[in-house]
Every structure is written in C-alpha cells, then in structure tokens.
C-alpha cells in the first residue's frame, strides 16, 4: 500500500521560504512520476509540479519560478521549495505519486493528506 506523508508547513510571512518533503513508502518500484499539487481556499486544487525518477519536471502554468521541485529516489522522497512566498500562495499542498511516470499526466493515482502553508503579509 503506498503511503504519502507530507510536512514541512506552516504559517510564514511574505517573502519567507519554505520548503516541503514528501516521504513516499510502498512504492513498488522507483519509476513512479511525483508531484505537487495545492488548493487554495474556495478553489479547486491544482497542479503544481511533478518529477520522473530521471529528473525530468515540470510545472504548471500557474507556478512561477519560485517553485523548484526536486528528488531523492534512495530515500523515496520529493521535495518543493518555494521562495518569495506571496499570501496567494496560501493553500494545502498535496504530495501525489502515480506508476506511469511521466510529468504529462495530471490526474495521479497515489496521494498524501497535504499540509498546510498560510503567508501572512
């Protein structure tokens, strides 16, 4: 059974950094695609980034390059930096992971339980 475990919010301020983990377990193997996705309040969620095990991202059209997604496959993990935090940013964020394996899809199979991020002026 695969499990996600997100972490690594909170409340920040604008201008702040943060950074979040995703701890996968139950992979079967490494090839799975992972990804970030987060809702906004009173919005529907939205893709964020994704990841191959080879490295190969990319980001939604609404991120901009204060978003760096990254990997470490020996520790099943994918992490999300995000600089410059602006309170639009405020959201869950949800860890997500899917056998495919390509960043083309955007419905993922596998997904953690989000945390939250809130940016206060």
């Known amino acids: 059974q695969v499990s996600l475990v997100e972490s690594g919010g909170g409340l920040v301020q604008a201008g702040d950094s943060l950074r979040l983990s995703c701890a996968a377990s139950?992979?079967?193997?490494?090839?799975?695609?992972m990804g970030w996705f987060r809702q906004p309040p009173g919005k529907e969620r939205e893709f964020v980034a994704g990841?191959?095990?080879?490295?190969?991202?990319n980001y939604g059209d609404s991120v901009t390059d204060r978003f760096t997604i990254s990997r470490n496959n020996a520790k099943n993990a994918v992490y999300l930096q995000i600089d410059s935090l602006k309170p639009d940013d405020t959201a869950v964020y949800y860890c997500?992971?899917?056998?495919?394996?390509?960043?083309?899809?955007?419905?993922?199979?596998?997904w953690g339980q989000g945390t939250q991020v809130t940016v206060s002026l």
């Open positions: 139950g992979l079967t193997s490494t090839n799975y695609v």
């Open positions: 997500a992971a899917d056998p495919r394996g390509t960043t083309r899809i955007r419905v993922y199979r596998h």
């Open positions: 990841i191959t095990s080879g490295g190969t991202s």
